[in-house]
Structure formats: C-alpha cells, structure tokens
C-alpha cells in the first residue's frame, strides 16, 4: 500500500531540513569541524551545596577533527589566578564567586572563562565554549549506561559527617555504581588535587574504552533528558549535535590526557607559562620522534616470564626497552601508559602485546616514552607465543 504525504508534511520536513542546514552553516562547532580547526571547551563538574555552587572539576577539552584526537586539560582547584585585577584566588573560587553576586550560571561561567583566558592560557588558545555539568547526571549517566569497573590500589577511607558525605573503598577490583563513581572521583586524601586528578583521568579513560554503542543508542532518550536537566552550556544544539555525529566512531585510545604544568605556591598550584607554552605548540603542531622509545615493562601479572616475553618482542618492533622486571603488587588488566604526545607507538604496542588499555598522559619530564604494566589479562599462552 502506498502512503500518500500531504503538501503541508512536505513543506514541514523541507523547512525542517532547510533551517538546518542554515543554522550547521552559521554554527561555530558545526563550522570548526568541516574546517578542521580545533574545538575547545571547559568542562566544568559543579558541586551543588545547598546554596553554594564550586567547581570542583575542571577540564579543558580541546578536539581536532584533522587529526581525530581528543586533549583533555585537567586544571587543579587551587590553581592561582588574580581576576580583573582583583586579590589571589583559586580558579575553584571564580564561579562560585561570581554566582553568589549574580544568580547568573551564564554570567558565572564566562567570568570563569575570561580569568581562565587571561591567567592560563594567555592568547595561546582561544576559550569560548562551556559545558557546566552538575554531579547528578553523572550519576545518573553512571546507572544508566552500567557499572564502571575499576581497581584499587590503596585504601580509600573519608568522612564527612557535617556534609554527610563518606568514603570506603579497600584494595581490589570494584564495580561502582553511579554514587560510588562519584565517591571515587572526587576523592582527594591526604595528597594534593594533582593526585586525585591522575585518578579521575584513569577513571574517564577506562569509563569511555568500556561504554557499549548498543546500550549507549538504547538509552539515549533518557541520557538526553537528563543532559537537559542537569547540565548547562552555550553550545548550540546544532553544535550539540554535530559534536555527537562527529565523536560516534571515535576511539578511546586517541584521548591525550595533560596536567596543568606547574608547581605548589604555598597553598596554591602555580601554573608554569614557558611549559603551559610548551605543551600547547606540541598539541597544535604534533611532532613525531624520530629516535626509538624508551620503554619500561614490569610485570604485575602473577605468570613467570611475562616481562621478558614483552620486553624481547618490544625489541624485536623497534622499541628501545631500557628497563624491566616483576611490579610491587598484582594487577588484572594490562596498562600501557603513553608519556609522550605520539599516541601511535602505544596503539602499535596493544596490538603487539594482544592487550592492554591506553592511557595517554604527556610528561615533559619524562624518563620514558611508554610504561607498560602487564596485568593477568596477558595470558600465559601469549607469553609462549611472544617467546
């Protein structure tokens, strides 16, 4: 049976289709991807107390659709700026200034935007775009798309009773739930944010490597329900949804992961301009080495021989293995840490060892290029196979 449209339906879906194709046309996000040139945004994690909104997490996120890789920017909380002129402060300490005086989350936002322009990035990189995301839709997100599976080293206890807020987590692999993936972000103990943040960053890494497109597309409805309600910006949604077409088929394993280089001031993070400098001509204009890699492989797996095996198949492929042995403790899953900003040598390594997931942290003063852990997920019969 045919099915026979209306004139007015056709006019409809024309206008639909023809208003946006204007509005992609005219959209900066929409623009920067069909141009290839980077996209940078502020993500910031907001911790909602009663009356009081802080940024707890900052990242800056910067996309380059040419090369199809993702930099994300952690900003420690103390880190040090003086807005407009005005006394020291934290950078966690801009937002929820400026939110108390105004009652305004886009005017707080692009307060924080403009200290962030002008004492941290300094003209090399142009911020203009914000995602403020409360804690909520994390958790929610969380429950959603499945527990996320992580593996604790070291205890990790916290109370606080005035705010109701507990920790307790032992040593081993855990399963968190969305309030648990919370609880384990945000912890900080006894060190500096600088710790916490290299936690959260193994946290997005293994979160996004282990979400399924299947259930991801299931419960899309209710994800975008959520994001509506429980988050702000001022992408559009024609940004929105060209940030989404572009980023469906990306790989995890092309997520670059960078610290704000600095060193402690007192109680504040200082951030260093020359390596701030340093690291943003490395991400616009990546070299690659041209020497071999300095690699490090300790085996954390429990099976005799495994660092070996590694190591002599590493030399085998080019890689300049420069250190090896038996790790402190036992690890079930394979890390391969990628220290330098070529992130192909560690895609070649996963390939080769059969295993492993990826995270991509530049260090500027690094003694190696890779750092591989290899976990019981390197099976005994690999390690035959690499000999």
Aim: include cysteine.
């Amino acid at each position: 049976m045919k099915v026979k449209f209306q004139p007015f339906l056709l006019l409809f879906f024309a206008t639909v289709l023809a208003v946006s194709i204007i509005f992609q046309g005219t959209d900066t996000i929409s623009k920067a991807i069909r141009s290839g040139e980077r996209i940078n945004i502020l993500i910031m994690g907001i911790d909602a107390v009663q009356t009081a909104r802080h940024t707890d997490t900052l990242i800056f996120m910067s996309y380059s659709p040419k090369e199809q890789i993702l930099d994300m920017f952690s900003i420690p909380r103390d880190t040090l700026v003086r807005p407009d002129g005005q006394k020291a402060r934290r950078i966690n300490e801009i937002y929820a200034h400026s939110y108390k005086k105004s009652k305004s989350e886009k005017y707080a936002a692009q307060h924080l935007l403009n200290a962030l322009n002008a004492n941290i990035f300094y003209g090399k990189v142009e911020l203009k775009h914000y995602m403020l995301i409360e804690y909520d839709f994390l958790i929610k997100l969380v429950d959603l798309l499945g527990k996320i599976r992580v593996e604790i080293t070291e205890p990790m206890k916290y109370d606080d009773f005035a705010g109701k807020f507990h920790i307790d987590f032992s040593t081993g692999v855990h399963y968190l739930n969305g309030e648990d993936a919370l609880k384990f972000i945000r912890y900080r103990g006894k060190g500096s944010d600088i710790k916490r943040i290299s936690r959260q960053q193994k946290f997005i890494s293994q979160w996004v490597k282990s979400i399924k497109k299947p259930v991801l597309m299931i419960k899309s409805p209710k994800i975008v329900k959520h994001f509506l309600e429980k988050t702000d910006t001022n992408i559009s949604v024609w940004g929105m949804i060209s940030l989404f077409v572009e980023l469906r088929d990306f790989n995890p394993s092309r997520i670059r992961f960078f610290t704000l280089p600095g060193r402690f001031y007192g109680n504040y993070w200082l951030c260093d301009r020359d390596e701030m400098s340093n690291i943003f001509s490395i991400v616009n204009a990546p070299r690659k080495e041209t020497s071999p890699y300095l690699v490090e492989v300790w085996n954390a797996s429990g099976y005799g021989g495994a660092a070996r095996a590694a190591r002599d198949a590493l030399i085998r492929s080019g890689f300049n293995v420069v250190e090896w042995g038996n790790y402190s403790i036992r690890q079930e899953k394979t890390i391969i840490k990628n220290l330098s900003s070529d992130i192909n040598p560690a895609i070649v390594v996963q390939s080769l060892l059969g295993c492993g997931d990826i995270i991509n942290k530049y260090e500027s003063n690094r003694a190696v290029d890779l750092s591989i852990i290899i976990g019981k997920d390197f099976k005994e019969s690999e390690v035959v196979q690499l000999k």
